[in-house]
């Protein structure tokens, strides 16, 4: 596998990481969690139903369009019936989660460690997902889906925060994340960012490349000098976001009226904006992005039929439909050959490794720095999350 | 009102055992109360107080942050941090604001209509308009937020409305919270203020008038003071529903948040359930404050 | 009332603008479900009839709908109960701490809807271990809802008076054979106006449930929330909520012809 230099420093930092992970769930104990009986050798009969926890647009059996399903199929394949719910945040998620209801979790890489260091994840064995072998070798083994060296899950699809921009009202051409930091006051309160603490990291990454004397290394492992500095960059951002946005409908209106005209974006939003024109692209700084992973609860009461969902959305033909339909890249190749857009491939990006290594993941700030500084604490989420609301003010 | 006497006759005793107990009770007027309010306030005990006090409880934990495994051992760190930090004064500072004015706008605009419907309108178009106030309701919250989203954008209908008078869009922000806000709880205020009109008697107007009082005059020293109680009451549904309200700002507020968004904030996405029940502590002392100070109007009788 | 024509002009005017200000939001809602923009922004750049029929295709829409009168049905009847239990408790007697219920059934309303909701939220499932479903929200919808059908109840026993119970008593009649033949009927219409804006209270609240409902529990403002979230599903939404406005004309029209009084309705 081919590491870039970025990405072999977040796999120390991950070790590390993981590290603390194991010995938190060791002392932290209590709760609900089974016993950790490793992952399942072989599997037996499908138990006839699964119940699954993902985001909007994930498990879709058509009761909200029919021609979006790719739950019946699977579900005719396999005899077992899906019922599933989604949720709005990850914390949401964990929550729901840990009352054991459901076999399969799809996760965020700032909710993976949770799962797992709370012990609500098992261990998956790939080798019993056959269609494991197609995926992505660079979305393999990292540090939000892999600890200690044991698989927790199978990557969903990914994509990145970008940066859009209204052509008619911003030039020149923007090439650089300042242009929504030091240079927002250009579009006073037409600047748009995305409402969630984990957007702190998006000016991590931005000060990272332009102060280096701040020393950050990973966007999500700040000290409390860096924490600082970038609470700073987003308070002065704040005098100049006309609004933040959490939901693509929000988002996609701003930019079609005008009231917004330059913000962080996904690009599924920038290609439903119809009225203005918008283009949206990964600025040089490189940027954040998420990358989701399917897990099997440590509860689930049907592993049989959590393992062959596993192995359906994996399917070039399941996760082409999942990822186009949500608007992000899918986790295999194969996938771009059954994706209904012949250009979906290329408009996400997929398979990109140069494109991905210029991603830095969602994780979960955690105290124990993620970039395997020891001599220093960092800022853990709960700690983001306050600051984001001072900022908002 | 009409009984029908015949029908209200005693019917012949059937179960000796009912009679008894029924006797029984009318001879008890305190175990007839106690039986009426058992079972209402065991369950409001039950489901409501015991899940507040529960709440406020809580308020004295904390959480950890990364396992989101609650610390039962007490301590004030909470409280301390929402009294002291500027943050939390500022923006329940800013909710009570944009709802004080929210209240005051659907007042100033429930008055005139109530009073047309109560006093004017003939019991027709009365009925016709009771409907009429009454329909928006049924539009989902969410929709009607967005739709407000929708006239009030850039080049919306608001704007089109607004230009040939040398106005514009307020934008989203403050202004477009309350002007939504005060849309969607119109109709519950409206209500109370059109019932309450409905029990001044006329005749007191009328004789005011033939006193030589001027219309103004008689609104004001005979209608609004007769009303005050329903106002109030109609006020505390509009007054608390935007206090407590965190969707209507994340869909036309702009980048501010009320303290809905805070509670919200940390209960949603940061899991820290101890920090958003002090936080919800602001508006539970608020509003019990203006429950208390508003109970002796009688306007509690009103809602 | 004797007013001058001026005075009557002037209210006539009001009144039109206000109903208008309160109509254009519904229309833009309309107008809209027939906008082929898929996120509903002004101004519309054709007619399509694409989002009706989606609506009427969509299976989730329909059973969100159903779980919501469900909820609303399940939530009303309780408070129904409960809330002229305590009305004819606290109208027809006096005792101590008195004020102090009047103002417990009034704070679940009175209270922001984020507070009831984390706070129940908290006590099924950090105290009492419930999972949360459709019961927890019928629970919890069914206790802010009491004040609405408490206060209809409650302002017609006062008007009422105690008389003809007393004169039923004194006839000889038991304290049910009372209630059914002499209160219930005197208070018909102002339950049907509680219960009516209780069933309305519930239909539409979206932050109290977004806190209780459980997994698989999707009434209708949750189905909203989430298709919103949902690529393409905006424009569907709108015309749910046009449907809304158009059927629930006629339960209140209903309400108000039986009710015979308009007072019922408040």
């Given at each position: 596998m081919r590491l870039t230099t970025h990405t072999s420093r977040r796999a120390a930092g991950a070790l590390v990481a993981s590290g603390a992970l194991v010995l938190l769930a060791a002392c932290g104990g209590g709760g609900s969690s089974s016993e950790d009986t490793g992952a399942a050798a072989k599997l037996g009969e499908n138990e006839g139903q699964v119940s699954i926890l993902a985001w909007p647009g994930y498990v879709e059996d058509g009761s909200n369009d029919p021609e979006v399903d790719w739950v019946s199929a699977f579900e005719k394949d396999t005899g077992c019936q899906v019922t599933s719910k989604t949720y709005g945040t990850s914390d949401e998620a964990f929550n729901l989660a840990k009352t054991g209801d459901y076999d399969v979790v799809v996760a965020s890489g700032d909710l993976t460690a949770r799962m797992v260091a709370s012990k609500q994840a098992a261990e998956v064995n790939t080798d019993l997902i056959p269609n494991y072998a197609g995926v992505y070798d660079f979305l393999k083994?990292?540090?939000?889906?892999?600890?200690?060296?044991?698989?927790?899950?199978?990557?969903?699809?990914?994509?990145a925060n970008l940066l859009m921009y209204n052509e008619d009202e911003v030039s020149p051409a923007p090439t650089s994340w300042s242009s929504v930091f030091d240079e927002s006051s250009k579009y006073k309160g037409k600047v748009t960012a995305y409402d969630s603490p984990i957007y702190i990291a998006d000016a991590a990454l931005y000060l990272m490349n332009t102060q280096p004397d701040l020393g950050i290394k990973n966007p999500y492992a700040l000290d409390d000098e860096q924490f600082?500095?970038?609470?700073?960059?987003?308070?002065?951002?704040?005098?100049?976001?006309?609004?933040?946005?959490?939901?693509?409908?929000?988002?996609?209106?701003?930019?079609?009226?005008?009231?917004?005209?330059?913000?962080?974006?996904?690009?599924?939003?920038?290609?439903?904006?119809?009225?203005?024109?918008?283009?949206?692209?990964?600025?040089?700084?490189?940027?954040?992005?998420w990358s989701d992973t399917w897990m099997i609860s440590s509860q689930a009461k049907n592993p049989n039929c959590s393992y062959a969902w596993l192995n359906y959305i994996e399917s070039p033909e399941a996760n082409a439909q999942a990822t186009e339909y949500f608007g992000e890249a899918p986790n295999n190749p194969e996938a771009c050959e059954f994706a209904t857009d012949p250009t979906f491939c290329d408009t996400y990006k997929a398979g990109d490794e140069d494109f991905a290594s210029k991603l830095w993941y969602w994780r979960t700030p955690v105290a124990e720095c993620l970039d395997g500084r020891t001599d220093v604490e960092c800022k853990d989420y709960s700690e983001w999350t306050k600051a984001w609301t001072e900022i908002k003010g | 009102m009409s009984v029908d006497t015949t029908r209200a006759a005693v019917p012949p005793s059937r179960?000796?055992?009912?009679?008894?107990?029924?006797?029984?009770?009318?001879?008890?007027?305190?175990?007839?109360?106690?039986?009426?309010?058992?079972?209402?306030?065991?369950?409001?005990?039950?489901?409501?107080?015991?899940?507040?006090?529960?709440?406020?409880?809580?308020?004295?934990?904390?959480?950890?942050?990364?396992?989101?495994?609650?610390d039962r051992s007490l301590t004030l760190d909470n409280l301390k941090e929402i009294t002291t930090e500027s943050l939390y004064r500022t923006v329940a500072l800013r909710t009570v604001g944009v709802a004080a004015l929210v209240t005051v706008v659907d007042v100033l605009v429930a008055l005139p209509i109530a009073f047309y419907m109560a006093k004017v309108a003939s019991k027709r178009?009365?009925?016709?308009?009771?409907?009429?106030?009454?329909?928006?309701?049924?539009?989902?919250?969410?929709?009607?937020?967005?739709?407000?989203?929708?006239?009030?954008?850039?080049?919306?209908?608001?704007?089109?409305?607004?230009?040939?008078?040398?106005?514009?869009?307020?934008?989203?922000?403050?202004?477009?919270?309350?002007?939504?806000?005060?849309?969607?709880?119109?109709?519950?205020?409206?209500?109370?203020?059109?019932?309450?009109?409905?029990?001044?008697?006329?005749?007191?107007?009328?004789?005011?008038?033939?006193?030589?009082?001027?219309?103004?005059?008689?609104?004001?020293?005979?209608?609004?003071?007769?009303?005050?109680?329903?106002?109030?009451?109609?006020?505390?549904?509009?007054?608390?529903?935007?206090?407590?309200?965190?969707?209507?700002?994340?869909?036309?507020?702009?980048?501010?948040?009320?303290?809905?968004?805070?509670?919200?904030?940390?209960?949603?996405?940061?899991?820290?359930l101890p920090l958003a029940a002090a936080i919800a502590l602001i508006p539970i002392v608020i509003m019990i404050g203006y429950l208390t100070a508003v109970r002796r109007t009688g306007a509690l009788e009103n809602l | 009332m004797i007013l001058s024509s001026t005075v009557r002009r002037v209210l006539v005017a009001l009144t039109g603008l206000v109903l208008l200000v309160m109509y254009l939001p519904l229309v833009v809602v309309v107008i809209n479900s027939f906008n082929p923009s898929r996120t509903l922004t002004w101004p519309p750049t054709g007619v399509t009839l694409e989002w009706w029929r989606r609506a009427w295709e969509s299976e989730g829409a329909r059973d969100a709908v159903v779980s919501s009168v469900e909820v609303a049905v399940a939530s009303t009847v309780i408070a129904l109960v409960l809330g002229t239990l305590m009305s004819l408790a606290l109208q027809r007697y006096r005792f101590f701490g008195k004020s102090s219920?009047?103002?417990?059934?009034?704070?679940?309303?009175?209270?922001?809807?984020?507070?009831?909701?984390?706070?129940?939220?908290?006590?099924?499932?950090?105290?009492?271990?419930?999972?949360?479903?459709?019961?927890?929200?019928?629970?919890?919808?069914?206790?802010?809802?009491?004040?609405?059908?408490?206060?209809?109840?409650?302002?017609?026993?006062?008007?009422?008076?105690?008389?003809?119970?007393?004169?039923?008593?004194?006839?000889?009649?038991?304290?049910?054979?009372?209630f059914r033949l002499v209160t219930f009927p005197q208070l018909r219409s102002a339950l049907l106006a509680g219960g009516l804006l209780a069933f309305a209270l519930s239909f539409?609240?979206?932050?109290?449930?977004?806190?209780?409902?459980?997994?698989?529990?999707?009434?209708?403002?949750?189905?909203?929330?989430?298709?919103?979230?949902?690529?393409?599903?905006?424009?569907?939404?709108?015309?749910?909520?046009?449907?809304?406005?158009?059927?629930?004309?006629?339960?209140?029209?209903?309400?108000?012809?039986?009710s015979g009084d308009t007072e019922a309705l408040r």
């Open positions: 083994d990292k540090e939000w889906n892999t600890f200690d060296g044991k698989n927790y899950g199978v990557p969903h699809g990914y994509g600082a500095a970038t609470v700073e960059v987003l308070k002065n951002q704040r005098a100049n976001v006309g609004e933040y946005w959490s939901d693509y409908l929000k988002e996609i209106s701003a930019f079609e009226t005008g009231d917004t005209v330059i913000g962080t974006t996904w690009q599924v939003i920038a290609n439903s904006v119809e009225k203005s024109k918008v283009k949206a692209f990964l600025p040089e700084e490189g940027s954040t992005g | 179960g000796t055992a009912a009679r008894r107990a029924s006797s029984q009770l009318s001879a008890r007027p305190r175990l007839r109360l106690s039986l009426l309010l058992a079972a209402p306030l065991t369950w409001l005990v039950l489901v409501y107080v015991v899940a507040l006090a529960a709440l406020l409880v809580s308020a004295l934990w904390t959480v950890d942050s990364f396992t989101g495994e609650i178009a009365q009925r016709i308009l009771v409907i009429a106030v009454l329909t928006p309701l049924w539009a989902s919250y969410l929709v009607k937020a967005f739709a407000w989203r929708s006239v009030l954008s850039d080049g919306g209908i608001f704007q089109w409305a607004a230009s040939p008078f040398g106005l514009d869009t307020p934008g989203y922000g403050l202004t477009a919270v309350v002007i939504t806000q005060a849309y969607i709880w119109l109709p519950y205020v409206i209500l109370p203020i059109f019932a309450g009109l409905e029990r001044v008697p006329n005749s007191l107007v009328d004789a005011a008038g033939d006193l030589g009082a001027s219309p103004w005059t008689s609104m004001r020293t005979i209608v609004l003071p007769l009303l005050v109680p329903a106002i109030i009451a109609g006020s505390i549904f509009s007054f608390s529903l935007t206090l407590g309200d965190y969707i209507t700002v994340n869909i036309v507020g702009g980048a501010n948040q009320m303290l809905g968004n805070l509670v919200y904030t940390n209960v949603g996405a940061a899991n820290n | 219920v009047n103002l417990l059934v009034i704070l679940p309303i009175a209270l922001p809807g984020i507070v009831t909701g984390i706070a129940l939220n908290n006590a099924f499932r950090g105290i009492l271990g419930i999972q949360l479903g459709i019961l927890t929200v019928i629970v919890a919808h069914a206790t802010f809802c009491i004040v609405t059908v408490f206060n209809n109840v409650q302002a017609r026993l006062r008007r009422m008076g105690g008389s003809f119970e007393e004169a039923s008593a004194d006839l000889g009649a038991g304290v049910w054979t009372t539409d609240e979206i932050i109290v449930t977004t806190f209780t409902a459980g997994a698989g529990t999707t009434t209708l403002p949750i189905w909203i929330l989430n298709n919103l979230f949902r690529p393409n599903q905006a424009p569907v939404v709108n015309v749910v909520a046009v449907v809304l406005i158009l059927v629930s004309i006629l339960p209140i029209w209903l309400a108000q012809k039986l």
